[in-house]
């Protein structure tokens, strides 16, 4: 099935150290969303973003919305040890008639260094 | 408020069985949809559910089905199972179908 092109795979970071990771379709969508899954767990919602250029924030965790619709990325500052786990991005479209299914990205494990 | 409540936590199977997931959504959600994650990668969707009705099927052979009972409660069932079905299958609910959907802890699926 398909997936988006997220990047990186993984990464190994600093505690306190800032995060980026992107996330690009070759499909529009008109919604993105960020979850995060750790081991033995289902994906928890951190930002959904409804509008092309929009910019959210949510804590220490900022996502934008593409211009192009394209694309999506997620910045975490001062990360913490508990931000360590797998980051996905999703896709949606949500006009009507369509399956409104998210479509994921592969997944960028991170790992938090004391 | 409880979350999205799925049954059973782990399950495991033989080829050719059939298997038979449950899926409580968060109170108030009317739709429900049905992912497959296996290991390494991100989730892919099966089915969505929108008040009883299938809004949504993705590429998996028709050994998948599923249904939405009145209560916006879902099965999910697979025939015939295979050894490439072993996964981790998730449910999600929304409010409505275009709503963020929220994930359950999923059920573990191993086929011997």
């Known amino acids: 099935g398909q997936q988006l092109n997220q990047s990186p795979q993984s990464m190994f970071i600093q505690e306190g150290e800032d995060v980026s990771m992107n996330c690009t379709s070759s499909s529009i969508f008109n919604t993105w969303l960020w979850y995060k899954q750790d081991p033995g767990e289902g994906p928890v919602l951190l930002i959904a973003l409804y509008k092309a250029g929009e910019l959210t924030s949510n804590g220490r965790l900022t996502a934008q919305f593409g211009i192009t619709r394209k694309d999506s990325f997620l910045n975490i500052s001062a990360s913490i040890p508990s931000d360590v786990g797998i980051y996905f991005c999703?896709?949606?479209?949500?006009?009507?008639?369509?399956?409104?299914?998210?479509?994921f990205g592969s997944g960028t494990q991170l790992t938090v260094l004391p | 408020d409880a979350g999205v409540t799925q049954s059973p936590t782990h399950l495991i199977k033989t080829r050719g069985q059939h298997v038979t997931l449950r899926c409580s959504p968060i109170?108030?959600?009317?739709?429900v949809s049905w992912y497959q994650q296996v290991l390494g990668q991100g989730p892919q969707f099966i089915f969505q559910y929108y008040e009883k009705e299938e809004r949504g099927r993705g590429n998996f052979p028709d050994r998948f089905s599923a249904r939405q009972f009145p209560n916006y409660s879902s099965e999910l069932n697979v025939n015939a199972l295979l050894l490439g079905d072993s996964a981790l299958y998730l449910c999600?609910?929304?409010?409505?179908?275009?709503?963020?959907?929220?994930f359950g802890d999923g059920t573990r699926l191993s086929i011997l």
């Open positions: 999600a609910s929304s409010l409505f179908s275009n709503q963020p959907q929220h």
């Open positions: 109170s108030g959600h009317k739709s």
């Open positions: 999703a896709g949606q479209l949500t006009s009507s008639g369509s399956a409104r299914q998210l479509t």
